[in-house]
């Protein structure tokens, strides 16, 4: 099997979306995209690269679902609706059962998101996914980093620490086995699934961002709940405190030893939940939007004005936490 061959056979499907924006798609020189009259173009992209991101021995089909799904991810946070993405492989060889596998959770991510593969590159060599989505916004509407305000609630979907604390079984660690028993991860397939099939808040994202001037900054958590809240407070000049008991902590959290289930909480990474301010006018509207699109959110804090971060326990004493988010030159 060729590369061309290769590309037909496992990318380009005769059934594609249908989506009105893709003007031209696989096949030629580029393609050709066509965002709705007035809005921007919203462009991001995430690479996974074997044995940083993934296990080499994961499930291809697992791997698809996620390659898009934390591109899928970045869009949900800035409000913007999904027009197509592009896909740029390397492989080690052309495996038929790996790629067909690949392209089916892949594609699933695709269809279940109406966005449709519309290019890309494939070239040999090791394994690396290279994910590049466009979506569209409109002007103003876009939730930055930058805008979080004092005064401002802050929110977060779905809970944290689940996929970190999946890696640390996976890895066998001592303290997240002898907490939650050697057996947890099959006892428990859904904790797998949060690290391995991650759910983007596309819905809810851009429910979010269509509620205007009341919403303001949001960031998806992809490498820790206190990182990735650091990159808002230093971006828009302004400190926070969560609220310890207003945090979702998932049952087999619940067992670990204080200071590692804190550390799963704020340190996880790989939640791909999202993490937003919005004033407090905004709550009805806030708790509308979760409810219409069916998504936990949490009040879990507020912005204030003294810089940093605070976390504090149920008497308002601060708990000591270190807000390291992932680095991978650090
Ligand atoms: P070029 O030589 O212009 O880079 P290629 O020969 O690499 O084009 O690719 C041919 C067509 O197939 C292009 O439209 C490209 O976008 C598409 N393509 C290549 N690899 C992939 C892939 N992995 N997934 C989707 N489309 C792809
Ligand atoms: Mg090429």
Request: aromatic share 4%.
């Amino acid at each position: 099997m060729g590369e061309f061959e290769l590309i037909r056979r496992h990318f380009q499907r005769a059934n594609q979306i249908d989506r009105p924006a893709v003007a031209l798609g696989i096949g030629d020189d580029c393609a050709l995209l066509q965002p709705h009259a007035g809005f921007q173009l919203a462009v991001s992209t995430d690479m996974l690269v074997e044995g940083r991101h993934f296990f080499a021995d994961v499930e291809p089909e697992a791997l698809g679902h996620k390659a898009l799904a934390v591109n899928l991810s970045d869009l949900a946070a800035m409000g913007a609706r999904p027009l197509g993405f592009t896909l740029a492989l390397a492989l080690p060889e052309a495996h038929e059962d790996w790629l067909a596998a690949f392209a089916r959770g892949l594609f699933a991510m695709a269809d279940a998101h109406v966005c449709p593969l519309v290019g890309g590159d494939t070239t040999r060599g090791p394994l690396n996914i290279c994910i590049t989505v466009m979506g569209e916004v409109r002007p103003g509407l876009a939730m930055q980093r930058n805008q979080a305000q004092v005064g401002d609630d802050l929110y977060l979907t779905g809970r944290t620490g689940e996929a970190r604390l999946a890696l640390e079984l996976m890895r066998g660690t001592d303290w997240a086995t002898e907490a939650c028993g050697s057996q947890a991860l099959a006892q428990h397939p859904e904790l797998r699934l949060r690290l391995e099939r991650p759910t983007p808040r596309l819905t809810f994202g851009t429910l979010l961002a269509v509620l205007g001037s009341a919403v303001h900054a949001a960031i998806d958590v992809s490498d820790g709940l206190a990182g990735d809240l650091g990159h808002i407070l230093q971006a828009s000049g302004v400190g926070a405190e969560i609220a310890l008991p207003a945090l979702p902590v998932a049952p087999l959290l619940q067992r670990l030893p204080l200071a590692h289930q804190l550390d799963c909480l704020l340190n996880g990474g790989d939640d791909y939940e999202l993490l937003f301010t919005a004033a407090p006018i905004a709550r009805a509207a806030v708790e509308a939007a979760a409810k219409a699109s069916h998504t936990p959110v949490q009040r879990i804090g507020r912005i204030s004005a003294a810089p940093g971060l605070r976390v504090l326990d149920a008497s308002g004493q601060p708990v000591p936490v270190s807000a390291r988010g992932f680095d991978h030159f650090a």
